[in-house]
């Protein structure tokens, strides 16, 4: 169970501490509306762009927003896949993170998710959840190589693309996060070069990603494969929120 500490943020037992969800957009945002519907959740379900710049962007935009202004969220939930750096997690597997930092090769950047929201969902969620720590990168961490050495040199268990900017960000508006991510490609799993897969905005671009996939079609196939999986199970994590 993890530790409390003093944080800005004083809890109310008595409510649900969230209201809003932010998931990156296309087939993890998919996943986690059908699975709130299912549940007919009355919390608000949010689609945002992968990257550290364009979610950056997207949530200044939505800070000015009048339905932002009118009334600031109680608490958000991240969610969405990512890539383990550890041997000791699998595809499927569902991390809850402790903190978020920023892969910078001069210095590391932290940030600390809400521990009250965290343990709520820890609960909620039961016991195939795990507690662990996050990093953030601008880029798809395509190598099993690459995993492996920034899971030891950050001691980090999942690699992301947005959760240290929206840990940035809600800092300065006092905004308490959680962040919920599941496995979608194992540590020593080699992924197409997806590089440039994603566009300025954040969006996915279709053609560009088919034809780096037909480069590798091995390793290709075996991510379909898991992030299918992952999928899935992301589906039956947001049933449970």
Same mark, same amino acid.
């Given at each position: 169970?993890? @530790?409390?500490?003093?944080?800005?943020?004083?809890?109310?037992? &008595?409510?649900?501490g969230?209201?809003?969800?932010?998931?990156? #957009?296309?087939?993890? %945002?998919?996943?986690?509306? =059908?699975?709130?519907e299912?549940?007919?959740?009355?919390?608000?379900?949010? *689609?945002?762009p992968?990257?550290? $710049?364009?979610?950056?962007?997207?949530?200044?935009?939505?800070?000015? +927003?009048?339905?932002?202004?009118?009334?600031?969220?109680?608490?958000?939930?991240?969610?969405?896949?990512?890539?383990?750096?550890? =041997?000791?997690?699998?595809?499927?597997?569902?991390?809850?993170?402790?903190k978020?930092g920023?892969?910078?090769?001069? #210095?590391?950047s932290?940030? #600390?998710?809400? &521990?009250?929201?965290?343990?709520?969902?820890?609960?909620?969620?039961?016991n195939?959840?795990?507690?662990?720590?996050?990093? +953030? @990168?601008?880029r798809?961490?395509?190598?099993? $190589?690459?995993?492996?050495?920034?899971? =030891?040199?950050?001691? *980090?268990?999942?690699?992301?693309?947005?959760? %240290? *900017?929206?840990?940035?960000?809600? #800092?300065?508006l006092?905004?308490?996060?959680a962040?919920?991510?599941?496995?979608?490609d194992?540590?020593?799993?080699?992924?197409?070069?997806?590089?440039n *897969?994603f566009?300025?905005?954040?969006?996915?671009?279709?053609?560009?990603?088919?034809? =780096?996939?037909?480069k590798?079609?091995?390793? @290709?196939?075996?991510?379909?494969?898991s992030?299918?999986? @992952?999928? &899935?199970?992301?589906?039956?994590?947001?049933?449970?929120?």
């Amino acid at each position: 169970m993890l @530790s409390r500490t003093h944080s800005h943020y004083n809890p109310n037992p &008595q409510n649900p501490g969230f209201d809003t969800v932010l998931v990156p #957009q296309g087939m993890e %945002y998919k996943a986690v509306f =059908q699975g709130m519907e299912t549940n007919q959740s009355k919390l608000k379900i949010i *689609a945002i762009p992968a990257g550290i $710049q364009p979610l950056t962007k997207f949530l200044e935009q939505w800070q000015q +927003t009048p339905d932002f202004l009118d009334k600031l969220p109680q608490g958000l939930i991240l969610m969405g896949l990512g890539g383990s750096l550890s =041997q000791n997690y699998s595809v499927g597997d569902v991390i809850l993170y402790k903190k978020c930092g920023l892969m910078d090769y001069s #210095q590391e950047s932290k940030g #600390q998710c809400n &521990q009250f929201l965290t343990e709520r969902l820890f609960k909620q969620l039961g016991n195939r959840t795990f507690i662990g720590k996050g990093i +953030t @990168s601008d880029r798809v961490i395509c190598s099993a $190589q690459e995993k492996l050495l920034l899971g =030891q040199k950050y001691q *980090a268990d999942v690699v992301d693309m947005e959760g %240290y *900017a929206l840990l940035n960000w809600s #800092q300065k508006l006092n905004i308490p996060v959680a962040m919920i991510r599941v496995i979608s490609d194992g540590c020593k799993q080699d992924l197409p070069d997806l590089t440039n *897969a994603f566009a300025e905005n954040g969006s996915i671009q279709p053609l560009i990603l088919a034809r =780096q996939m037909l480069k590798n079609p091995s390793n @290709s196939i075996h991510l379909i494969r898991s992030s299918l999986k @992952s999928l &899935q199970v992301l589906k039956e994590v947001a049933k449970k929120i």
